[in-house]
């Protein structure tokens, strides 16, 4: 159960990118699955050459900005459409990746945790996907033996306590207020703007590129922060870490729309956050009990997606119902959703 | 003359696809001149070079030939965001001058500063709710409301204070009543001469409205192949300073000395 709350915060923490990018700027940035990967693998390796946890999380988030505002580059400078610009760079990642942990995966080293986790190795052993995807019977049960001295915050804090789901709530709860406070101001607001109206912004003296690079900078240090507390949190990073997570940050920032009516703002970023956990809970769920009617893990993937064209395709129906827009995904699409 | 010239355009030629075989010069030798408090209504047929003309004053499009000048100042090289400092502009969509997503306060907060800004928070900028409550249209007393509700009237009165709060030099028109129903757009003009009476704002508008045309303005011009004619002129209409009932909006609003 904690496992599934854990995850589920840093599934929100990284839907917060994917929440700025598709809501916010409102571009479809497909940087994030290589920028998960990035955040995760960088951060891994920098704590292996003996940086401490917190400075690698801040080096990997940087490195993870860096990655967005090369695709917001190649959109804007070198007028690449953004779909193709995001999968460039996240085609660029995958073999920069690959670099960085020096082959596809790289686990923590042991000697960099601290002898108080016997445990560690059950984690680290394990495949690192398993958590994210298949919290199924067989697993549930070694994670609830492990959760007492979890390796996240050991790595972290150097202590071993057992709260990482304190430490992980605090860390999305100071994203969330950071990002909430920033879009609040004169320049969160103009980036809000941006979104619904990129040239009217013009007018008011501030260029397009500026606003895309800060978009999109901004949501890929979400993802790669996320990435990196994924990797640190499941104890090592691996090179396809970060496939799908696009589809997957979608739905669940769907489904925190779904479930948190988005009136004000606040709530708006908290969506996410909620949704991550649900979109967790709901895949514990059909893990465990799935297979009575014949479902794989592997199908998960084709379920998240479906479950975004349904959300999609129930928002037009309602659109056409009320005339009114609420999804605003008209840069996948093309053209306005009802629009007035 | 002595009346200061905010916009200069001297043998300005703009050509489309130079040098191919379907070469077509939008705008011809032009040499045009608007003093400080004109109102300039531009009307022509389509492809006359109207849309071309706005195109350069904006500086989303750098003369082929000659200069523009604004403030005295050659724009070669300037893009639109540096312009935009001096110039406001509201267009024929009422969608594409305001934020729909946004709320009115929102949206003036935008409005109220030019250029780069930085983390501060906003603040509701006191200038711009007064500016809105001259609309008529009870719009400050719902200022959380979202800009993308309103009517398509409302939207472009709104887009048309955010173009001025933060005074312009210039203000550029582009058809934008065109989508509005007529009722909608006589209070619109009546908000557009009122920007350009009491403010003093330079106002340049392109129309096909005809009974606009002749009703509003203080010099015509026509647009046909590129060539820019002037064929009606008079002095402009402004307020001098102490008659001026609107104090927020600065000193500079006010029009040159030798302003009628």
Not at chain 1, 192 to 219: D, I, V
Not at chain 2, 50 to 76: D, F, H, I, Q
Not at chain 2, 251 to 257: G, K, N, S, T, Y
Request: hydrophobic fraction near 45%; charge should be positive; include cysteine.
């Amino acid at each position: 159960m904690l496992g599934i709350v854990e995850q589920g915060l840093i599934l929100g923490l990284m839907s917060i990118g994917v929440f700025i990018s598709f809501r916010i700027v409102n571009m479809a940035d497909l940087t994030v699955d290589g920028t998960f990967a990035l955040g995760g693998a960088l951060c891994v390796r920098l704590f292996s050459l003996g940086l401490n946890a917190p400075v690698s999380l801040l080096l990997s988030l940087l490195a993870g900005a860096g990655a967005g505002i090369l695709t917001g580059f190649l959109h804007r400078k070198l007028k690449i459409n953004v779909l193709l610009a995001g999968i460039l760079v996240m085609t660029m990642l995958y073999s920069i990746n690959l670099r960085i942990m020096n082959g596809p995966n790289l686990p923590i080293p042991k000697t960099s945790v601290s002898a108080s986790l016997g445990t560690f190795e059950q984690v680290a052993g394990k495949d690192p996907l398993a958590d994210l995807f298949e919290p199924s019977a067989p697993v549930a049960a070694p994670q609830k033996e492990i959760a007492k001295h979890r390796t996240f915050e050991n790595i972290f804090l150097g202590t071993a306590d057992g709260q990482d789901l304190l430490l992980l709530s605090a860390i999305v709860l100071i994203c969330v207020a950071l990002t909430g406070l920033f879009l609040r101001t004169e320049l969160g607001t103009a980036l809000r703007g941006f979104g619904t109206n990129p040239s009217g912004l013009e007018s008011f003296g501030l260029p397009k590129t500026l606003m895309t690079l800060l978009g999109l900078g901004l949501a890929n240090a979400f993802v790669s922060l996320s990435g990196g507390i994924f990797a640190l949190y499941s104890g090592f990073a691996d090179v396809t870490m970060g496939q799908g997570m696009i589809v997957t940050g979608l739905a669940v920032v769907m489904l925190g729309e779904i479930l948190f009516v988005r009136r004000k703002l606040v709530y708006g970023i908290f969506a996410p956050i909620l949704g991550g956990i649900v979109y967790q809970g709901i895949l514990a769920v059909v893990m465990r009990y799935g297979y009575r009617i014949g479902f794989r893990a592997s199908d998960m993937k084709l379920l998240t997606a479906l479950f975004i064209v349904a959300v999609i395709g129930f928002g037009l129906i309602q659109t056409k119902k009320r005339m009114k827009g609420k999804f605003r995904l008209s840069t996948i699409f093309g053209g306005g959703v009802g629009r007035d | 003359m002595g009346v200061w010239a905010v916009i200069k355009l001297s043998d300005v030629s703009v050509v489309y696809r130079k040098g191919e075989e379907n070469e077509k010069c939008a705008l011809k030798n032009a040499t045009l001149q608007i003093s400080q408090g004109d109102f300039v209504i531009i009307v022509g047929p389509n492809g006359a070079g109207k849309s071309t003309l706005m195109k350069v004053l904006l500086c989303e499009l750098a003369p082929t030939v000659g200069t523009y000048y604004l403030n005295g100042k050659s724009m070669r090289g300037f893009s639109v965001t540096q312009v935009a400092r001096w110039v406001g502009r509201v267009f024929q969509d009422p969608n594409s001058g305001i934020f729909p997503d946004l709320s009115i306060l929102e949206n003036l907060s935008i409005a109220s500063k030019k250029g780069v800004r930085w983390l501060r928070f906003r603040s509701c900028p006191q200038k711009a709710v007064s500016l809105l409550s001259l609309l008529g249209l009870g719009l400050e007393k719902n200022l959380n409301t979202r800009a993308g509700d309103l009517s398509g009237g409302q939207k472009q009165a709104l887009a048309m204070i955010m173009a001025i709060i933060s005074d312009p030099k210039v203000l550029l028109l582009d058809e934008h009543t065109a989508s509005l129903d007529p009722k909608s757009s006589v209070k619109v003009m009546e908000l557009t001469r009122q920007i350009n009476e009491q403010f003093g704002i330079t106002v340049v508008m392109i129309t096909h409205n005809m009974p606009f045309a002749e009703q509003y303005g203080n010099r015509k011009w026509k647009i046909e192949e590129g060539e820019v004619y002037e064929y009606e002129y008079r002095p402009p209409v402004c307020l001098t300073r102490s008659e001026n009932p609107f104090p927020l909006v600065g000193d500079q609003r006010r029009c040159a000395p030798k302003c009628v």
